[in-house]
């Protein structure tokens, strides 16, 4: 019966030692940080950006990203993980509508206001289309969105291919350039958000 409590007494001693071992070991293991963007030349470097601004016909848009770099000496500003939220009022009988756009990276120009995003682009509009690309430009003067890379489009069951796309927003004109291909699906939804990958 005394060899019951020295026993247990062992096993307990045991278990602590084990315990106390693994949070050493752990311990010693550099933990991984965050990947840091390389030391550049920036004049200045931002993380964790977010900007609103708001037109004269009541269209607002919002800017966030991971973190940003501005070069003075060339009016442009670089970011990371972006996204790009636009809310167009409401014009005559049209009803308001909104673009999401999201890429890996981008770059602004300060003069101009234009943008490119790069990597993994997807465009989401309020009123169901998708579309996804690697690069997509933005003339902010012409309000004109374009790409020369290959586009996929989903919309209302319909899946569209081509090599190139462009719209006009003042004009509400969009087209899709090269050889174009189409899918219809019946009854079959149309995916609107991206998945983990940022592609559907």
């Known amino acids: 019966m005394r060899k019951a409590p020295f026993i247990i007494l062992t096993l307990v001693v045991v278990f602590l030692s084990v315990v106390v071992g693994v949070l050493v070991h752990r311990a010693r293991i550099p933990r991984k940080l965050p990947a840091e963007p390389a030391a550049t030349n920036a004049d200045y470097r931002l993380k964790q950006v977010h900007l609103q601004e708001q037109g004269r016909d009541g269209s607002r848009w919002q800017l966030d990203a991971e973190y940003s770099e501005t070069f003075e000496d060339q009016n442009r500003t670089t970011m990371r993980k972006v996204r790009i939220k636009v809310d167009q009022p409401v014009k005559g009988d049209q009803a308001s509508r909104s673009w999401t756009v ?36 933005w003339d902010a003067e012409r309000q004109r969105a374009w790409t020369d890379d290959p586009v996929v489009i989903y919309r209302a069951g319909a899946v569209v291919r081509g090599t ?15 050889r174009v291909r189409a899918t219809f699906q019946r009854g079959r939804p149309v995916p609107t958000e991206p998945d983990s990958a940022g592609r559907s």
Do not use: P
């Open 102 to 137: 999201t890429g890996n990276e981008g770059d602004l120009n300060q003069d101009t206001k234009d943008v490119e995003l790069r990597g993994n682009v997807v465009l989401i509009s309020s009123d169901g289309l998708r579309l996804e690309t690697d690069r997509l430009r």
């Open 164 to 178: 190139g796309f462009e719209s006009r927003v003042a004009e509400e004109v969009s087209s899709i350039r090269g």
